[in-house]
């Protein structure tokens, strides 16, 4: 658990920042996380704390809460003990008041004095609910309809956690890192493993056996799809057959709640085949001009276009694309072949803060462009030294898509259809790195991983 010292300065600072945006009186809520019902109650997903929760509090178990008193700044956790019943079950644990201790706060109370205490709090300040039964709660608490609560959500706590959360301290980074080093191992892992007559089943059950040696687990379910262009494919049940490509999006969470979030691709055979190296070589130089541009002061935006401005270029050296390949960005043509964001923010979540409402989180308050592709970008805002991103840009070939698109001769100026079609078999391919920003630039988190067509070709034996 973090250091009762740091979690103690992180909850001075919110009331610190808080009072700065002129909120200093009432009581922050913090309903914690409960168990999750998978198909019944005593059938839980594995137990997730609420990342915020783990950042001010540090406390990873289920059925908590927490307050902090702007006036006085006292913290105060509710939560009950287990008893002999309970330990029958899930054997003797630490107790509540010993673990609160340890996270600086010396009042503990019934958990069912929560809503009652926070009914009286005068205001009350909560972050937007993503469960129901946390909006259930709360409703209850506040005498509110359950669709008032989100809409009635503080601005200003929403604002005064993203400008934490999104710089990460020297501990942050360190758990970032052991997140990275496990999720690189699983790729490797998978590198080393996946063979022709293999399900893709078979492989992901290979990278996860990695998350849960780490100690903690998977930080979003597995991708590892014979069929990249499929972005989010979550069926495993195809074979894995010589010629093909695989694609692997899959990271790892450590025990204390920090993700990795890495793609690989490579080929199911041995060797690349020359249409798919060349689509390959052109995502790692978008992944490299993409990381070229994301640093310190410049929004993430910029990024992602000079991105997507490798991938018009490459695309052009193919005869794919052609015109102008900064036209053909801006004119948004390129979102043929890569219809995603370049990145997202990490850290205590995969997309870390989604939660708190993207247009604060990844816009500063701003939102997405509506041009297709831009419109999937959840990262627009200025770097700051201290962020976490992940910089992962790919080339699509959906079937669907260039149907839709060649059937209204759209943007012809820009794509070759024709030649279109001759690299459709190439499916999908995405690079995903994880980024700490510096003070000059950006650095790659985890351990080495060359993603080079030589060192992938050379590592599948
Ligand atoms: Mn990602």
Not at 49 to 70: T, W
Not at 160 to 189: F, N, Q, S, W, Y
């Amino acid at each position: 658990m973090t250091d009762a010292s740091i979690l103690t300065a992180r909850r001075a600072t919110l009331r610190a920042r808080l009072a700065a945006l002129g909120v200093d009186r009432g009581t922050v809520a913090f309903p914690g996380n409960g168990e999750s019902p998978m198909n019944y109650r005593d059938n839980a997903y594995p137990f997730r704390q609420d990342s915020s929760f783990l950042y001010f509090f540090g406390l990873s178990r289920p059925d908590l809460a927490a307050a902090i008193e702007l006036e006085s700044g006292h913290s105060a956790v509710y939560g009950d003990e287990g008893d002999l019943d309970d330990i029958i079950w899930t054997g003797p644990l630490p107790s509540l008041a010993s673990a609160a201790e340890a996270a600086g706060i010396g009042t503990v109370k019934p958990r069912a004095a929560f809503a009652p205490d926070l009914g009286k709090a005068g205001t009350a300040h909560w972050l937007p609910p993503y469960r129901a039964d946390t909006l259930h709660e709360l409703a209850a608490a506040l005498g509110m309809a359950p669709d008032a609560v989100n809409s009635s959500a503080s601005l200003p706590l929403v604002k005064a956690i993203v400008g934490m959360r999104e710089i990460k301290d020297d501990a942050e980074v360190a758990e970032l890192e052991k997140a990275v080093g496990i999720t690189v191992a699983m790729h490797k892992a998978a590198l080393a493993a996946a063979k022709p007559g293999m399900t893709e089943a078979a492989v992901a059950a290979i990278v996860t056996r990695e998350a849960i040696s780490g100690g903690g687990g998977l930080s979003f379910p597995v991708i590892a799809t014979t069929r990249g262009a499929i972005l989010h494919n979550h069926d495993h049940s195809r074979v894995l057959a010589e010629g093909g490509l695989f694609l692997l999006d899959a990271g790892a969470e450590t025990v204390s709640g920090y993700a990795g979030d890495l793609t690989t691709t490579f080929p199911i055979g041995r060797r690349f085949d020359s249409r798919q190296r060349e689509i390959y070589d052109i995502v790692l130089s978008a992944g490299e001009a993409g990381c070229a541009a994301a640093k310190p002061g410049r929004p993430f935006l910029e990024a992602h276009l000079a991105a997507a401005r490798a991938i018009a270029v490459g695309l052009a050296s193919l005869g794919i694309m052609r015109g102008d390949p900064d036209d053909a960005v801006a004119a948004g043509a390129h979102a043929l072949f890569f219809p995603h964001g370049l990145g997202h923010q990490l850290g205590l979540d995969v997309h870390d803060m989604e939660n708190l409402g993207e247009r604060h989180v990844g816009y500063d308050g701003a939102g997405r462009s509506e041009q297709f592709g831009l419109s999937a970008l959840r990262l627009g805002k200025a770097l700051k030294p201290g962020m976490v991103h992940t910089v992962e840009p790919g080339i699509y070939f959906i079937p669907e898509l260039i149907a839709r698109w060649k059937s209204e001769r759209k943007f012809e100026t820009y794509i070759d259809y024709a030649a279109v079609d001759r690299y459709a078999g190439v499916g999908g391919v995405r690079n995903e790195v994880n980024r700490l920003v510096t003070a000059v630039g950006g650095r790659t988190l985890g351990p080495a991983f060359d993603k080079s067509a030589a060192a992938i070709e050379a590592a599948r034996g």
